[in-house]
Structure formats: structure tokens, C-alpha cells
């Protein structure tokens, strides 16, 4: 189908189609990895599949590049399976649909898999072109990394000769990625020790938040849906008595919540019409306050309380609800720690992104990141130990490491090194605050020296998502020049 458009590289866009072509949504990689393995067989080239679906291929150096070091390309098989409502799309079996757009490539009501499919079909094409000069090229393709970087965690380096890796899992062009965070899991229940309560139910809704990645957004200081509704309840259980019933919000933990709702229990016989008054008012003037701190980053922020019925419900003990709502509002939320000198990074973060309450246990889970370790582990410390103080039950992950700058790194010179001089334009070099799979890589090698870069994509991850055909024909220029004049 691309054929046609004679889009270039032919073979970059030939084999994007080919992997496009077979459904590879996290979890179901094996008959994408077994096309690489098929593919380096057809070529009589060295080539490992492991249980979990990772490829590792192998090219010997071209005449004359013998005695340089061997380079990795990496990136992974996996993609997003995601698909607007009304799609009868069926990620188990169907291929994508690509679609050309002007510059752009993209998919009909489905993800495009260009995260990171672009990767994959760029390292065989690069395999396949006899036009280039290289050193030894090891292609090491990674299983389900959109959903833990379970491929990477598991993966066997044992083989692995390369001094040099690049990592084609990026976004933006004109910008390598020389760093990035670590992180964790952290989760806290508690018991609501619920019982029968006689008052009057109400119930709070937040909406008209923005939210986003928490990796990539969260040093905008947005609102989250669960922390405001934290400190609204607390607010009100400040100055009258209430018990929760239920608080739910989010369902991923890496997510700034957009929208949550809480119910609680205005309880007690007498002076219930009073207290109502006075819940009102009391509830009015949190609204300001938290409307007022963010009206600039979410100045569309929608607040309600429902009108209150009479009866008999379910609610948390008294001890309990002001634990909850003391942990809710003193656990730390959004950037802790920035980069010294880096316009502002952040390092260390964390997001309450998920509020559930099922049984009469509420569960809490937040997303920790950070690109020094010691800090993810001290606000994983500080988590465990409010969750104490307040009668929770504390869990955590054992998360994905960091990938820590080098600032004497060989590579990223030699890179911006080409990139000025062969399209007249200064690299941008960057450390994110999100995680990649260099960080489980370098963990078992050490020693590498690592960039990741790609082409200019955009709403990865979504039905939007598109990738440019100019972007992509200058990567593989880049990535060419690149092999040819390592050292």
C-alpha cells in the first residue's frame, strides 16, 4: 500500500508496513518476533529469540570497519492497542490500517505503532542496505515494553559486544535524550472499618481538570483530581463532623487524575438542617481556595456537591476517616527535587493516580519517579511511613532504574557533532523525566555509552497518533553518518 506513495527510505517504510501488518499489541508479540527471526535466518545472520519474545540480531562489520566497535540499535516490538469507540478494529488478528496525510502517516481510528515500530523497521532496513558503511550491528528488539518493560527487565546481554547503543524510542526531532528517570510503584489500604451510619449522604464530583503523563506533564504543577478532593473533604471534616463512604479516581497510577468523586455522611439526629446550612458554606469556601491556587494551569476546574439525602448508609469509623484524609493531604504530590542548571528538569516526583474503594477498603496508588535513586527510595520511605503513622497497609513495586547522565560520553559529541554539520542545526540534548528501557540495558552493561532518539511523532499512544515522512527519511540519513564515522 505505501508502495504507491514512493515514500523514502522505501525499505524503512516497506518493512514499517510488513510489521504493521501483523498484530503486535503488548502481550501479543510473538509473531512479530518470530518476522525478525525469519528475517536474519533468510539473511544467514546470527539471531537469538528468548521466551519472552526479545530478538537479538547480528551483521558483521563491512569491509574495512572491522576494528571498530560493534553498535547496538534497539528498540521494541510492542505498540499501544488503542481504538476510537465507534472502530470495529480487532488488535488480536487485523492489521493496521496506515494512512498517508500530507507528511504524515497515521492509522484509520487505531493507534499507528510508529512508538516503536519506526525502530524496528529502521534497524532491518539499515541490515538491508548494502549501501552503507558500518561496524558490527547488533539489533536487540525488546517485548512489551508499553506495559513494564518486561522484555528489557528479562533480557540476556550475555552476547551482547557493543560499545555504543542507540536507542530509537523517542519523539522529538532535532533532540536526543541522554538521561532519564527511574521509578516505582507505591500503594497504601486502608480498612474503612465501615459501619452503619445514620445523616445526610452527599456526594463531591471534580471535573475540567487537563491531567496528562505524569512523566511528561507533571512539571506544569496541574492539578490532580485526587489530591483536591482530599483536601476539600479534609477541609470540610476540619470544621464538621463527616464520615466517608467511598473515593474513587484515576485508573493508572502514571496518570494526573482529571476526574474523581467522593461520597461521605453527614451524620448525627439532631441540628442535621444546621450542619446542612453550615456544609454548604463550609464546602463553598474550599472550592475558592483550591480554584483559586490553580487558575492559571486548570481555570476550568468543575466542583459540585450533590444535595443531601436522609438515611441510614455506610461509613468509615471516625478514626478512620480523618487518618485517610490526614494521609491524603500530607503525602507529597508532583515535583520534590529539580536538576541544578537544566532549565528547571524535574528529578523527583510523585502522583496520587489512583483512588479506589471497593469493600470497604480504599485503595491509593501513586507513580514515584526520579533520575537519582536514593531520592525515589527516600519519598518511597516517606509513603511507607505516613502510611504507618496513619493505619495503612503499605506495598510497592520493585520498579525500573534510572538512566543517569554522562556528561563525558564520546557519543552524544560525535552525534552533534553530524547533526550541525549535515543539517546545519545545533542538537538539543535533553534528560526526561519519563523511563525507557536504556536504564534495565545499562544496569546489566554498565558500561555503554547510550542516546535514544527518533522521528518527529506526535499523540503517541492514541488514536491521533501520526509520525512525519520527512522526519524519518532525515533519522535514517543521521543514522547512517552515524555508523559510518563512530570511532
Known sequence: MLEKYGLEPAKVFYYFEEISNIPRGSGNTKAVSDYCVKFANDRGLYVRQDELNNVVIKKPATKGYEHKPAVIIQGHLDMVAEKDSDSNHDFMKDPIEIIVDGDFITANKTTLGADDGIAVAMALALVDDSTINHPELELIFTSDEETGMFGAMALDMSDINGKYMLNLDSEDDGVITVGCAGGKSA???????????????????????????????????????????????????????????????????NVITKESKGIFVLHGHEEVEEKMSRLKSIFDE????????????????????????????????????????????????????????????????????????????????MS????????????????????????????????????????????????????????????????????????????????????????????????????????????????????EEIE
Open 286 to 365: 474550599a472550592v475558592e481556595i483550591v480554584k483559586n491556587e490553580f487558575i492559571i494551569s486548570d481555570k476550568d476546574i468543575k466542583i459540585s456537591l450533590s444535595d443531601g439525602e436522609y438515611g441510614i448508609f455506610y461509613g468509615a469509623s471516625r478514626k478512620m476517616t480523618d487518618n485517610i484524609l490526614a494521609f491524603m493531604n500530607v503525602v507529597p504530590f508532583g515535583p520534590q527535587y529539580r536538576v541544578p542548571n537544566m532549565n528547571g528538569l524535574v528529578e523527583t516526583s510523585l502522583n496520587m493516580g489512583i483512588l479506589k474503594t471497593e469493600k470497604g477498603i480504599v485503595e491509593i496508588s
Open 368 to 483: 514515584v519517579r526520579s533520575s537519582v535513586k536514593s531520592r525515589k527510595e527516600l519519598i518511597v520511605e516517606k509513603i511507607e511511613t505516613l502510611a504507618k503513622l496513619t493505619g495503612g497497609e503499605f506495598s510497592s513495586d520493585v520498579g525500573y532504574p534510572e538512566w543517569a547522565y554522562k556528561a563525558d560520553s564520546p557519543l552524544q559529541k560525535l552525534l552533534c557533532k553530524i547533526h550541525k554539520e549535515k543539517f546545519e542545526q545545533e542538537l538539543k540534548v535533553e534528560i526526561i523525566h519519563a523511563g525507557l528501557e536504556c536504564g534495565y540495558i545499562l544496569e546489566k552493561k554498565p558500561e555503554l555509552d547510550v542516546v535514544s532518539f527518533g522521528p518527529q511523532m506526535y499523540d503517541i499512544h492514541t488514536t491521533d497518533e501520526r509520525v512525519s515522512i520527512s522526519s524519518i527519511a532525515k533519522l535514517y540519513e543521521f543514522v547512517k553518518a552515524v555508523l
Open 187 to 253: 500503594n497504601v489500604k486502608f480498612n474503612m472499618e465501615s459501619a452503619e451510619v445514620a445523616g445526610v449522604i452527599y456526594q463531591i464530583d471534580i471535573s475540567g481538570l487537563k491531567g496528562g503523563h505524569s512523566g511528561a506533564e507533571i512539571h506544569n504543577e496541574r492539578a490532580n483530581a485526587n489530591i483536591l478532593l482530599g483536601r476539600i473533604l479534609k477541609y470540610i471534616n476540619d470544621r464538621i463532623a463527616i464520615r466517608i463512604s467511598s473515593i474513587n479516581g484515576g485508573a493508572k497510577d
